[in-house]
């Protein structure tokens, strides 16, 4: 059973940094595209970032320039390097897979961006 698990959210002030990480487990783990979502209280779940199987990255205009997005095929896992965050980047954040045309979701991790 294909599994995506987030880790790396918390509190942080407003100019800090905070890596997420999303571990991809099952009977094969090549998620494509694999990428993060999230979801603000109140808001609808947003795209952030994401890596397609040819090597496309997006960022959503709101996070470029601040927001990194990597693999580790070695560990079958994805990071998101967030820096100069803000407290609107405040949300809950979902990684999100897919493999032979079906979606994974993880169950989130929680980020604040607050003084």
């Known amino acids: 059973q294909e599994q995506l698990a987030e880790s790396g959210g918390g509190l942080v002030q407003p100019g800090g940094s905070l890596r997420l990480a999303c571990a991809a487990s099952g009977s094969s783990s090549d998620f494509y595209p694999i990428g993060w979502f999230r979801q603000a209280p109140g808001k609808e779940r947003e795209g952030v970032s994401c890596?397609?199987?040819?090597?496309?990255?997006y960022y959503a205009s709101s996070v470029k320039g601040r927001f990194t997005i990597s693999r580790d095929d070695a560990t079958n896992t994805v990071y998101l390097q967030m820096n100069n965050l803000k407290p609107e980047d405040t949300a809950v954040y979902y990684c999100h897979g897919v493999i032979f045309a079906t979606e994974y979701w993880g169950q989130g991790t929680q980020v604040t961006v607050s003084s």
């Open positions: 890596i397609s199987s040819i090597g496309f990255v």
